[in-house]
């Protein structure tokens, strides 16, 4: 009998060391850090800025899958969508948050614990999300793309195409970070290449036809389309109403030029999101985003389109028929 209870007892006992095995071998394996990726876009067309990114986390040392995980959301340029977003990422515990403007702000107002590596096209100080370029403060730093200093050059690449053309449009959004610097920035290049510029804003699609109705009627020759992210969700659109109307476009993203515009011109921001990744690798082997002074992309991108349409090379001096170029 008692042979028998012993037994009984054993048995018990290893059942349960049975029973918790899995648990404790699960609790003992490592747990990857998690990068959050937040965009306020879709993720289609990013694919360059993702491989960037993913090549400089395996440079620092972080192959996705072994050493980290990442978790990709995307706003689909829908600016509600983006609070929920990066709550999603605040509660998976992500050890670092990489994202665009619009998505930083979300993130900033999500946590103040996490780090944020912000990509920006615009100065970072201006648009409150540091207060210094050298000494950050905070959980927050990043990579600074930027283009308004370009504007001259990409206005002489279009009196380059359309030498007689008598002014050239450009084509900007009202709310659009920093509006009116935006546009006083592109009256004084127009000055500086001694060229009129007629200056057309559009707030969202159905200001589209009416904004190109007054560049054909004020016979502008061509078009500088703004930097902005709502212009870059609907740069297809753009591109496509820019040949309709033999206006030679130029962007300032590559992703403009890829998406049928006729040529691009400024900062690689495909060049800031592998930066993005140095700081997010640098981040997750312990350093402080306070102490992490914002970078500068400064690699710049021509981009031109493999085939010119055919009415927008009657207006031009000049036509490309290379595959797409840098």
């Known amino acids: 009998m008692a042979s028998h209870i012993g037994r009984r007892k054993f048995l018990a006992t290893l059942g349960g060391a049975v029973a918790a095995w899995p648990l404790a071998v699960h609790a003992q394996q490592p747990t990857i850090p998690v990068v959050g ?14 491989a960037a990114f993913r090549q400089e986390l395996k440079e620092a040392g972080f192959v996705e899958g072994q050493d980290v995980a990442i978790d990709f959301r995307w706003g689909d340029d829908q600016p509600d969508r983006l609070p929920g977003l990066a709550a999603d990422l605040v509660r998976r515990q ?31 100080v201006r648009r409150g999300l540091v207060g210094s370029l050298n000494r950050p403060g905070g959980n927050v730093t990043g990579v600074v793309f930027t283009s308004s200093d370009l504007t001259a050059k990409q206005l002489g690449v279009l009196h380059e195409l359309v030498p007689k053309s008598a002014s050239i449009a ?26 009129q510029v007629l200056i057309v804003k559009a707030a969202d699609e159905r200001d589209f036809a009416a904004a190109f109705g007054t560049i054909v009627q004020a016979g502008a020759g061509a078009l500088l389309v703004g930097p902005s992210a709502f212009f870059v969700s609907r740069r297809r659109q753009l591109a496509t109403m820019a040949a309709r109307h033999a206006l030679p476009p130029i962007g300032a993203l590559r992703s403009f030029a890829e998406a049928g515009g006729l040529m691009s011109y400024g900062a690689s921001q495909t060049d800031a999101y592998r930066r993005a990744g140095h700081y997010a690798g640098r981040i997750l082997k312990g350093a402080k985003p306070a102490d992490m002074p914002v970078e500068l992309a400064t690699k710049i991108d021509l981009v031109i389109t493999s085939q010119l349409p055919r009415r927008l090379a009657s207006t031009c001096r000049i036509g490309f028929s290379r595959s797409p170029t840098r």
Request: no cysteine.
């Open 94 to 124: 992500a050890a670092v948050i990489v994202a665009n403007v619009s998505a930083t702000r979300a993130a900033m107002a999500a946590t103040t614990a996490i780090p944020i590596v912000f990509v920006s096209g615009g100065d970072p």
């Open 37 to 50: 990726f937040l965009r306020s876009t879709s993720a289609a067309g990013s694919e360059q800025l993702i």
């Open 170 to 195: 450009a084509l900007l959004e009202p709310a659009a970070p920093e509006p009116e610097l935006q546009m006083r920035e592109t009256e004084e290049a127009g000055r500086t290449i001694g060229r």
